[in-house]
């Protein structure tokens, strides 16, 4: 509902000086909708008492998100913080495979669609 309303509200509430901030939340929505297909598989490997493993996934995360955004910030200002927060996506088949290795094939066919389709309506709705 956010996504939709945020080129009104943002001005409103927080005055025409903060739509900048619009382009970092397009990402972060994305990377929300990422996060949220793989929340079960890291639960899973919290369940099966992998936090080595998780605490690596997470270090690799970090990295990436902190590193794209530090690389980009003189480039593309502030933008540069979403786009970390989107590259840091790529360690997610990393998760998939070290929960797929202990416990068998995952099937996110279905998941998978829909986040296709979610992300695809997050990315036409207009920035601002």
Known sequence: MFTIARPWFVPLVFGKRWLSVLIVHLFMALGALAHGLFDMEVSGLCVLRQTGSLLGINLVHECLCRGAAFLGRRGIGLAAFGWGESSAVVSHPLLH???????????????????????????????G
Do not use: D, K, Q, T
């Open 97 to 127: 495979a070290m929960l797929s290795r202990r416990i068998g094939p995952l099937r996110l066919g279905v998941a998978a669609g829909w986040a296709i389709r979610f992300g695809g309506a997050v990315l036409v709705i207009p920035p």
